[in-house]
């Protein structure tokens, strides 16, 4: 009989398999696998004098929480780079801008990037400031990045700060001068084909004047904000290469860094959504190491972006990627990221949008074309985020095997984006029935769960699973930002998506996602029963413990201390 080293007993166990079971003991073995599910006294057969035995005292033990959705390249580097996410107006912007740029620490920096800046807060201040009208969405201009900037360390290094919904990338004019003549042509005229809205531009009857700049003489050029494939396709390949020091700075503080909020957060698995080969991949080298040498243990997947227009390459790239990074469980270049679409106007929908009706926008999907053509494939196909979907397409999905991953960390009416961006760009019928989640349910499509990091207020699964149960924002009392309550899915199926389901759309539902014997051990203890508190409460239960393949990746001091207080006794 194999022998536990490590025993859970006294618990609520969910195990999350395909009976739903709830046990009062787990055995783990030495090699991190599962030995024992059920009750206490069968367990104690699997005990030695050796085997470290913790009380749960009734604590809820879940799987290890799975994020399908995770930007962790610009997560990493919230830690060692210019993250604004801290702050809300454009004065404290342009401070932190600022002092980072005045910090000798950056002073031999050849490229800076950076997150998290708003686009709300740029609305009014661009209304004061240059009488331009909210509705043109311009965001923050290069001119205002220049000018935080002059006479510092920055002043003639290109500099690239990502909007907090990664969708758009504010520059400042020296970036986009690198790429002048390459991708486009900074004067207005496009070398490629621009698509619509992807670089905003200097209106052609403004006049305004800011800070000595003349924008008469600008109009028609870049405004300083990159939406969407216009990042990839006209900027980041023009980049220089991200300086030796500030690349093992962000690698080593920044991954260890995102690493242990991640755990801290009960997360075991992820996938990791790289934007590009190029420019986001500075914190893969750490953790990649870290994983190899034991340092680290939780399960990472890794999605590499690809350019529909040019799969050839896009292969040649991933197989690269995939030699480079092999040899190790923990570890793998999984997938490729492609835009199908965007977000809000850069939508494919049925219907023309409410804003602009004469401006229609729709598109068909080619993997019954596939199937025909190449046979059907055990590949995780995956859409991601989810803002509006037919039901005749969620049907679709079903048939077709597709993976719906579901940010339910949207799923209520967030402040400034619902009311000033999808309300009038959707309509309100649209808006009303966005985001859906039980319909997925409902015709059997396999929904998991992401937290589109480091885009959410939080990237932790628990805020995703009270706000899919809710609909409403976190800790809610009453119905102000409830949002299409007939898509609120029950508290079992969200423990689904971001457990057994996360494991599903990566293709490890053998290996992890629920508490079965020959499993790995990767679990989550809570200090609350989210089966049964006020859903309004799941957001503040406390994470006491997170376990991966039977090692202890976080665990919080009052639960430390709480165990030390049971083994003296």
């Known amino acids: 009989m194999a022998v536990a080293a490590r025993l859970f007993k006294n ?17 783990v073995c030495k090699n991190g696998n599962i030995i024992f599910v059920g009750d206490n006294a069968a367990a104690e057969a699997f005990c030695t004098a050796d085997t470290v035995v913790t009380d749960l005292a009734g604590r809820l033990v879940l799987p290890g929480f799975s994020d399908n959705h995770t930007h962790a390249g610009e997560s990493a580097a919230k830690f060692t780079g210019l993250y604004l996410g801290d702050v809300k107006t454009v004065p404290e912007y ?32 661009n209304l004061n400031t240059y009488g331009i009208s909210p509705d043109s969405h311009l965001g923050p201009s290069r001119f205002l990045l220049d000018e935080a900037l002059r006479g510092t360390f920055l002043e003639n290094v290109p500099v690239k700060l990502y909007s907090n919904d990664l969708h758009c990338a504010w520059y400042n004019s020296v970036a986009i001068k690198l790429a002048q003549g390459k991708g486009f042509d900074v004067d207005g005229g496009i070398t490629g084909n621009e698509g619509s809205d992807i670089i905003t531009r200097i209106p052609g009857d403004f006049n305004g004047e800011y800070h000595g700049v003349d924008f008469s003489r600008y109009r028609g050029q870049p405004w300083g904000v990159f939406k969407e494939a216009a990042i990839c ?13 500030t690349k093992s700075r962000q690698t080593e503080v920044g991954g260890r860094a995102l690493i242990r909020e991640m755990n801290s957060y009960g997360v075991t698995l992820l996938q990791d959504i790289l934007i590009t080969p190029l420019v986001h991949n500075v914190h893969v080298d750490y953790v990649y190491k870290a994983m190899k040498t034991g340092r680290e243990q939780m399960l990472w997947r890794v999605a590499l972006f690809g350019d529909v227009n040019d799969p050839d390459r896009t292969i040649r790239e991933f ?32 219907e023309p949008y409410a804003d602009e009706p004469d401006d229609p926008a729709n598109i068909g999907c080619g993997l019954e074309e596939a199937w025909e053509k190449y046979g059907e494939k055990d590949l995780k196909h995956t859409i991601t985020h989810l803002l509006l979907v037919c039901p005749e397409d969620i049907r679709r999905m079903a048939q077709l095997k597709v993976v719906a991953s579901v940010n ?32 997925f349910f409902v015709e059997g499509v396999v929904a998991s769960m992401a937290t589109d990091g480091i885009i959410s207020e939080k990237p932790a699964p628990l805020w995703g699973i009270e706000i899919a149960v809710t609909r409403n924002a976190p800790g809610a009392t009453d119905s102000k930002r409830l949002h299409n309550p007939a898509e609120r899915i029950s508290r079992h199926q969200a423990i689904e998506m971001c457990t057994i389901n996360g494991a599903k759309a990566l293709g490890l539902d053998e290996v992890t996602g629920s508490l079965e014997v020959g499993k790995r051990a990767d679990m989550v203890i809570l200090d609350k029963n989210i ?39």
């Open 531 to 569: 089966l049964t508190i006020a859903a309004n409460e799941i957001h503040s239960v406390e994470i006491l413990e997170t376990i991966s393949k039977g090692k202890t990746l976080y665990i919080s001091p009052n639960w430390q201390a709480e165990i030390a207080r049971s083994n003296r006794q």
């Open 11 to 27: 618990g609520c166990v969910y195990t999350v398999d395909s009976r739903q079971k709830v046990a009062e003991a787990v055995a």
């Open 319 to 350: 197989r690269e990627v995939q030699r480079i990074y092999s040899g190790v469980e923990e570890f793998e270049f999984f997938s490729v990221k492609i835009f199908a679409d965007a977000i809000q106007k850069g939508m494919y929908v049925m």
């Open 408 to 439: 339910s960390y949207w799923h209520y009416k967030e402040p400034f984006y619902y009311e000033e961006i999808f309300e009038p760009v959707l309509g309100p019928k649209r808006a009303e029935t966005s985001f859906p989640a039980n319909s």
């Open 94 to 125: 342009m401070e932190i801008i600022r002092a980072f740029a005045t910090d000798k620490a950056n002073a031999q920096a050849t490229f800076v990037t950076g997150s998290n800046w708003e686009q709300a807060v740029f609305q009014e201040y």
């Open 233 to 245: 396709r006209y900027m980041d390949g023009y980049m220089p290469p991200v300086s030796a020091e």
